[in-house]
C-alpha cells in the first residue's frame, strides 16, 4: 500500500491533520493510501498538537480492532493511519529553555559576525524564548528547522520512503513555524543526503502543498509579540519568496491556496497548553486539499531531478458567500464528497450518544451482546473519546467566523431525521417500526440479519451501524 507523508507544520498543520482524521473516520476515500502524519512544532506542549495527537491514537486504536475486506461492510476508520516518529512528532533538539541568541551560540562569534548578526536579528529576535515556537518570526524559524534534515527523526522517514509514495506539506504563511518551515521541508527533502539509500524517492517524490492565508485574527495585547496586525505583510514577504523559491522552480507537484477574508480572533497566546484553537472550516477545506491530491494520477505529479514538470496550483471556493456555511453553500464536487459520509457518521455518533445504553435489551443488541461491548476499551476507552472529540470539532465549526453548520446536532427522538439543514427529510407513510429511533431500531433489526457474523464483536458492531446508517441516510436524504 502507498503512503501518504503529511507534514503538519506549527498549529495550523495540527488542526488540519485532525480534520483529516475526522474526514477519514466519516469514510471518505483517500485512493487507498496509508496515511502518516509527522507533526513539526517546537512547542511540545501546545494544546492543538496534544489534542491532534490524542485523536490519532484513538483512531489507530479503533483502526486495529477492525478488517476491510470486501466481505466487511463498514467503510468508517478504513484508511490506515501509521507513524515513523513517537508520538507523530519530528523533536527538534537544543531548543528547550533555550533562547534564539543561545541556540545560534551568538556569545561564541567575533564582533564581525556578531555585527552581521545584530542587522539580521533584532534584540527582541536574540532574546526569544523558543519554547513555544517563533512567534510570528520566520527569520528566527528559518535558522532553527534546518536542522530537522539532520534529526533521527527525518532520518526515520527517509528509511521508510518508497517509489510509490507521497509527500503532503501543511503551513499557515503569516506566522513563524510554517512560514519557514515550509520551504525548508521541500528543499531538504528535494535535496536529501545521497548517502541516504532512498535519496532519489525524496528527489523525485510528488509533494503536495497547501498553505494557509490568513484566517484568524488574534486579540489585541500589549504583553504578546504576536501582532494581527502584521499577518498581510508577513503574507505578501512570504508569498515573494514563494514566487522565486517555490512557484517559481516548480518544487511542489501541488499547490492548493486557502484564506478568508471574514475572520474570528482568537484569545492571544503565544503557545503551550492554552494555545488550543477552535476547528475552522478553512481547515477541513485544507484536507480536502490533501484528499484530492492523493486521488491525483501518477502522470500529473511526474518530476525530473527534483522539479515538477507540470505543477498544479488550485484554490477552494464556494458557491455562495454566506457567514454560516451549509452542504449547499459548496460546490457540487464538495457536496457530493462530503454530504453521506458527514450525516451518515453522525447519525451514528448521535445513536451512541443518546440511544445505545437504553437498547441494550433489543433483539439485535442482545445477538452481539452489546452490554459486554459498551464495557470493552474498543468502546469505553476509544471510541466513546473519539466521537466526543468529533463532535467538539464539528461545534468548534459551527460557533467560529466563517461558520460551517451543515448539521443539527441537537436532534431528538422527535426530530431525528431533521438532520441535514436545508433539506427535508423523505416520511413514508407506510414505513416499519415507526418514526425516529424506532425507524432506525427497526433497520437495525433488519440489518443484524444480513452481517456476516464471523468476524470479531467490534467487526459485526461497525458492520451493523455502517449498513443501517446509510440505509438511513439513503432513504430520509437521497445520498
Given amino acids: 500500500m502507498a503512503k501518504l507523508y503529511v507534514f503538519g507544520i506549527g498549529g495550523t498543520g495540527s488542526r ?10 466519516s469514510g471518505i476515500d483517500i485512493n487507498k493510501h496509508e496515511v502518516v502524519p509527522i507533526i513539526i512544532d517546537p512547542d511540545e506542549a501546545n494544546g492543538d498538537v496534544t489534542r491532534t495527537i490524542e485523536i490519532l491514537k ?22 490506515k493511519i501509521s507513524n515513523v516518529n ?18 545560534i551560540q551568538y556569545s561564541g562569534l567575533d564582533e564581525n559576525n556578531k555585527a552581521l548578526i545584530n542587522l539580521l536579528f533584532s534584540e527582541d529576535n536574540l532574546n526569544a524564548d523558543m519554547e ?16 530537522f534534515k539532520q534529526s533521527d527523526d527525518f532520518k526515520n522517514f527517509a528509511s521508510t520512503f518508497s517509489q510509490e509514495d507521497r509527500i503532503f506539506i501543511i503551513s499557515s504563511i503569516f506566522g513563524g513555524t510554517g512560514a519557514a518551515g515550509f520551504p525548508l521541508l521541500v528543499k531538504n527533502i528535494r535535496n536529501a543526503d545521497h548517502n541516504l539509500s532512498t535519496w532519489k524517492y525524496l528527489q523525485d517524490a510528488p509533494i503536495g502543498a497547501v498553505t494557509m492565508l490568513p484566517y484568524f485574527g488574534v ?47 482568537y484569545p492571544n497566546v503565544e503557545g503551550a497548553a492554552n494555545q488550543k484553537n477552535d476547528a475552522h472550516f478553512l481547515e477541513m477545506a485544507a484536507a480536502l486539499s490533501i484528499i484530492d491530491f492523493a486521488k491525483k494520477d501518477a502522470t500529473e505529479l511526474v518530476n525530473i531531478d527534483g522539479t515538477a514538470e507540470n505543477p498544479i496550483y ?39 450518544r443518546d440511544k445505545i445504553v437504553a437498547s441494550t435489551d433489543q433483539n439485535w443488541a442482545k445477538n452481539m451482546n452489546i452490554s459486554n461491548l459498551l464495557t470493552q476499551p474498543f468502546y469505553s476507552n476509544y471510541l466513546k473519546k473519539f466521537n466526543q472529540n468529533y463532535l467538539e470539532w464539528l461545534n468548534e465549526m459551527a460557533y467560529n467566523q466563517r461558520s460551517f453548520s451543515p448539521l443539527n446536532l441537537n436532534v431528538n427522538d422527535t426530530n431525528l431525521f431533521e438532520m441535514v439543514k436545508g433539506v427535508r427529510p423523505h416520511i413514508g407513510w407506510m414505513e416499519s417500526g415507526g418514526k425516529n429511533y424506532g425507524r432506525y431500531d427497526f433497520l437495525l433489526s433488519k440489518h443484524d440479519k444480513e452481517i456476516i457474523k464471523t ?6 458492531f461497525m458492520d451493523l451501524f455502517y449498513s443501517t446508517t446509510e440505509s438511513l441516510v439513503k432513504e430520509k436524504y437521497k445520498f
Avoid: W
Fill in 132 to 147: 513555544v515556537g517563533f512567534k510570528g518570526n520566520p527569520n528566527i524559524g528559518s535558522v532553527v528547522l534546518n536542522q
Fill in 16 to 25: 488540519v491533520i485532525k480534520s483529516l482524521a475526522m474526514l477519514l473516520a
Fill in 314 to 352: 488550485q484554490e477552494f471556493g464556494i458557491k455562495s458567500n454566506s457567514n454560516s456555511l451549509i452542504f449547499e453553500n459548496l460546490g457540487d464536487c464538495t457536496q457530493l464528497q462530503l454530504k453521506k459520509p458527514l450525516t451518515q457518521y453522525t447519525k451514528f455518533l448521535v445513536y451512541l
Fill in 219 to 265: 486579540a489585541p495585547d500589549d504583553e504578546s509579540k504576536i501582532d494581527k496586525s502584521t499577518f498581510i505583510s508577513k503574507t505578501k514577504a512570504a508569498l515573494s519568496y514563494y514566487e522565486k523559491n517555490i512557484s517559481g522552480n516548480n518544487s511542489v507537484n501541488a499547490l492548493y491556496y486557502l484564506g478568508d477574508d471574514i475572520t474570528k480572533d
Fill in 58 to 79: 484513538n483512531y489507530q486504536q479503533i483502526h486495529g480492532k477492525l478488517s476491510f475486506t470486501n466481505a466487511d461492510q463498514n467503510q468508517f476508520f478504513k484508511t
Fill in 455 to 460: 468476524g470479531s464483536p467490534e467487526q459485526q
Fill in 86 to 103: 513517537q508520538n507523530f512528532r519530528l523533536v527538534l533538539n537544543d531548543i528547550k529553555n533555550d533562547r534564539f541568541k543561545d541556540y
